[in-house]
């Protein structure tokens, strides 16, 4: 039986602020940039007690060998009042391949206010997994080596998969879940919120350029990633994450994100640049 994304983002405690993660076997070179946000996130949870994340704030170093584990180093910066602030190293073959900042709180009331949900399709309405894959073989899509895989742990109904690659303004929406059921009040809604929050940004920040992830000579990866959990959540539940890239420049693409729960409550918010280039002629 296929392990679930628990079981697979699962770490291994080495000392008391040392943990060890691996990388479930994929035809991807690296390692998929949500597994380590996730795994980062997951060793911070393990050192703090009674508080939930609010948020964290991360940068990729180094593409991550998913041959090898991976260890995570965490520094107690803080245990405040009502804050704790941990940071998180991540190391393969003796170097930072990511790092990460998180900030936790104690439960709190306090003023309330949101935008409202965009408009948007129900995700009855959108094909699923096996629907959209008939229709990129209709289109000819083919995928990113290793994408199936990582997706595998996240139910997806995508609202516009863009399958011929036209030029369309920098918005896009997904619905999105966790697959396998996460444990009711666990912390590990937001951790696994956190591993498919990586999906979609860099797509949105391309969609208004003659290019894809299966455009020879394209060059994309994540550089930096941020995200603050507004509300409680449940990843059983199916989830809307609308996105927008208001800026791109300079070989790098910025894209914000929104994740609303079925009633329209915003739970999370998102921030990411990115590497969007082609690759450059050898001299």
């Excluded at 994304?5 to 390692?31: A, W």
Aim: glycine letters at 8%; hydrophobic letters at 40%; a neutral charge.
């Amino acid at each position: 039986m296929a392990e679930t994304l628990t079981e697979t983002l699962k770490l291994e405690r080495l000392e008391v602020n040392l943990f060890r993660g691996t990388t479930p076997q994929t035809r991807m070179d690296r390692i998929y940039g949500g597994q380590v946000i996730a795994q980062s996130l997951l060793a911070a949870y393990e050192t703090v007690e009674g508080r939930a994340c609010h948020s964290l704030h991360a940068y990729f170093i180094r593409p991550g060998d998913p041959s090898v584990p991976i260890v995570f180093e965490v520094d107690r910066a803080r245990d405040g009042g009502s804050f704790t602030t941990r940071r998180v190293i991540a190391v393969q073959h003796g170097q930072q391949i990511f790092n990460l900042a998180a900030s936790f709180q104690v439960e709190e009331e306090g003023f309330q206010h949101q935008t409202p949900v965009p408009e948007h399709p129900h995700w009855r309405g959108l094909p699923d997994t096996a629907a959209l894959k008939l229709l990129e073989e209709k289109h000819g899509v083919q995928h990113v080596s290793g994408a199936e895989k990582v997706q595998k742990p996240i139910d997806l109904r995508w609202v516009d998969a863009n399958l011929d690659d036209s030029l369309k303004p920098p918005e896009g929406q997904i619905w999105f879940k966790a697959r396998d059921p996460i444990a009711p009040g666990s912390h590990m809604h937001q951790v696994i919120l956190a591993y498919a929050s990586d999906m979609a940004l860099l797509p949105t920040a391309l969609r208004p350029h003659p290019v894809s992830w299966r455009t020879p000579g394209f060059m994309g990866a994540s550089l930096d990633h941020a995200m603050w959990f507004h509300r409680p959540l449940n990843f059983n539940n199916w989830h809307l994450y609308t996105q927008d890239s208001p800026a791109a420049g300079g070989g790098r693409g910025f894209t914000r994100g929104a994740v609303y729960d079925e009633a329209g409550v915003l739970v999370a918010s998102v921030a990411q640049e990115g590497l969007i280039r082609m690759r450059r002629p050898k001299a």
